[in-house]
């Protein structure tokens, strides 16, 4: 007699569109585990704006239809598929890519995506670190090479990528300044790493910056919306700075001459040109930041499976991030 295979809730998309092509299923097979893969029981998942991106059909990559998005899952390893030695039922874990997708009940991850989530941290937290850490960290130490005693600003530092820049590069020696769209964000920032943080919804706040940083300008600045800032941001670096684009949802003109006399640079980022051996890296530090505590998720909005279309529409058009969006699955 034939084993009737397990189903379980998950979210699929069957065509690029808007939020309302997130389809809310509750008989989708569960995937099982191949050779170097495990089998994750979700229990919560990481909501980013790259989800959104690759729905809508205008990021680089494009998914074969159907998929179920989602990359950041936490939760416990439910079996493991051949060859797998680092991991064992009933761990509790966190990802950085999945290969059934995340916004599901469970999830198949190849074996070195998958990272030990500490006691200490809860499963929301877990869902929050995958692609705003590894993201952040490969900006700051990968791309922009920062050092010791140079300054940062994080220009939209109270979303999770935001965040998780701030706690690193105050980890790292940097002078931190931060900007947020509201005052509860401004707090988040503030206690996150931030040594002074800014209003970016003020008309003069360029020029508070410019007050605060004097004639040397800012070393590297962490960019989530180049399409709106990126020429400001010239006009704020220091002699040899950097504009690290984390983030753009569009075109910008700027005047190319702003990195002349500064002998300025932007630099993209995009985590997933990382090599094995970085990745190797990125997690051993942010393991370390885990284990000394100033590795420290905040989550902000929790939804259920069931309305991640409303995910999905906040995220890009709510008023002001305030911590990491999280889906909760099981």
Known sequence: MATRQKLMRAIRVFEIGGPEVLKFQSDVAVPIPKDHQVLIKVYACGVNPVDTYIRS???GRKPHLPYTPGFDVAGVIEAVGDNVTAFK?????????TIS???AEYAVVA???VYTLPEKLDFKQGAAIGIPYFTAYRALLNRARVKPGESVLVHGA???TGIAACQIARA????VLGTAGTEEGQNIVLRNGAHEVFNHREANYIDKIKKSVGEKGIDVIIEMLANVNLSNDLNLLSNGGRVIVVGSRGPIEINPRDTITKESSIIGVALYSSTKEEFQQCAAA???GMEIGWLRPVIGSEYPLEKVAQAHENIIHSSGATGKMILLIS
Request: charged share 20%.
């Open 57 to 59: 059909g205008t990021y």
């Open 89 to 97: 039922k009933g761990e509790r874990v966190f990802t950085t890519g």
């Open 101 to 103: 997708g995340g916004y």
């Open 111 to 113: 074996d070195d995506n």
């Open 158 to 160: 109270s979303g999770g």
């Open 172 to 175: 790292y020696g940097l002078k």
């Open 286 to 288: 942010l393991q370390a």
